[in-house]
């Protein structure tokens, strides 16, 4: 099979350009293509993609690294999946226990099987990247904090149980920031070496979803392990200024009969742009449900569950009024596309978002890969 560098040197050859040229009219660095050229430096998958649509390459991204299938471990209501179907990629089987995370499932990515529980899943085909956000509530803030000591944190044991007896070129990972911090450190150091005894390189990142276009403050931990040599990774580049308001962002959204919120106390400043989640009020006794924030600003996290006025989403000044966010408007703002199945029903809907690996960013990891 022939190879992204394989393809691209040779379509920069018979191009008849100079490297120059092709930089300039590519959009990518002049230096970083020559070193490329000279088989000094891996090429990035969005900087390939830009040599190719200049050249006028049709190469599908997943088959230039040789990725065209997956596995979708606790899928959820399709994050993983979403994410890595915009380069083509081919869902084999996912797996999730959460009955209404399956119903929804099977409604947005029909004709997929779908298993119940990873512990009891051992037909697994092959596959060339497995996804896994494996359960969080053991290691978030807002949940029991558990760690690995906890029975649904040791469930990333049956994701490098999968990984070892199939093979996968890659696995891509996701987890609460709060990961990093539990026992110290010790259980990002334990799934690192549980990976590397099994002949996986392990990377991760710490990356926030709005500094990548959504405007919504989610930080999270992307893991990503690779087989062999192959392959090499290298985490995204933030790029918060390219990211609009929560206003602009959600212009146009449902709000599917949202009512606004009475009472409210709003701070003299509260049309002011900002940058990030902005503080302009609250309701009530200011708990963490009923602070309101800057539609001129980022929205908080989304979580599964909350309490006070704003539960789930928080409370926003948008429009001339004070009100929570829909459930329409939190597909979007998770960097799903308009119209992805969730529920039935707000609460559930909220909690599955909440719990949601966001698209976005799964292709924005998946596109730090590259062949070395």
């Not at 997956?70 to 083509?88: E, K, N, T």
């Not at 298993?115 to 051992?122: G, K, M």
């Not at 009472?263 to 309101?292: F, M």
């Amino acid at each position: 099979m022939e190879t992204l560098t394989d393809a691209l040197k040779a379509a920069i050859r018979v191009s008849k350009q100079t490297i120059h040229a092709i930089a300039q009219g590519a959009g990518v660095e002049d230096a970083s293509l020559r070193r490329f050229m000279a088989g000094k430096r891996s090429m990035r998958l969005d900087m390939a993609d830009k040599v190719a649509s200049y050249l006028s390459l049709s190469l599908q991204p997943s088959n230039r690294l040789g990725l065209t299938s997956f596995v979708d471990l606790f899928s959820g209501i399709g994050g993983f999946h979403a994410g890595l179907a915009g380069y083509g990629m081919r869902c084999l089987l996912a797996c999730e226990i959460d009955p209404g995370c399956r119903a929804m499932y099977r409604l947005n990515y029909p004709g997929v099987p779908i298993h119940n529980d990873v512990r009891t899943l051992h037909d697994v085909p092959p596959h060339d990247v497995l996804t896994a956000g494996f359960p969080c509530q053991s290691f978030s803030i807002s949940g029991s904090r558990g760690g690995l000591g906890d029975d649904r944190g040791i469930l990333f044991r049956e994701v490098v149980r999968i990984a070892s007896k199939h093979r996968p070129k890659v696995v891509l990972m996701e987890n609460v920031k709060h990961l990093l911090q539990i026992d110290g450190g010790r259980a990002m150091e334990t799934i690192r070496k549980e990976f590397d005894a099994i002949g996986y390189s392990f990377q991760h990142a710490l990356l926030n979803l709005a500094d990548f276009g959504v405007p919504q403050a989610r930080w999270r931990v992307y893991m990503v392990a690779i087989a062999g040599g192959a392959l090499s990774w290298t985490p995204p580049i933030p790029d918060p200024e390219a990211t609009p308001t929560l206003r602009d962002f959600l212009s146009g959204r449902n709000t599917d009969g949202v009512k606004p919120v009475a009472g409210v106390t709003l701070r003299p400043d509260h049309r002011r742009p900002v940058r990030g989640p902005a503080r302009v009020g609250h309701v009530n006794k200011a708990g963490q449900g009923d602070r309101i924030y800057s539609g001129m600003g980022h929205a908080i996290t989304i979580t599964s569950g909350g309490g006070g006025t704003g539960q789930s989403t928080g409370l926003y000044y948008l429009d001339g009024q004070v009100r929570a966010l829909s459930v329409a408007e939190c597909v979007r703002l998770m960097g799903f596309e308009d119209g992805h199945h969730v529920g039935p029903g707000k609460k559930p809907a909220y909690r599955q978002l909440g719990n949601a690996v966001a698209p976005t960013m799964v292709r924005r990891v998946f596109a730090g890969l590259s062949i070395k």
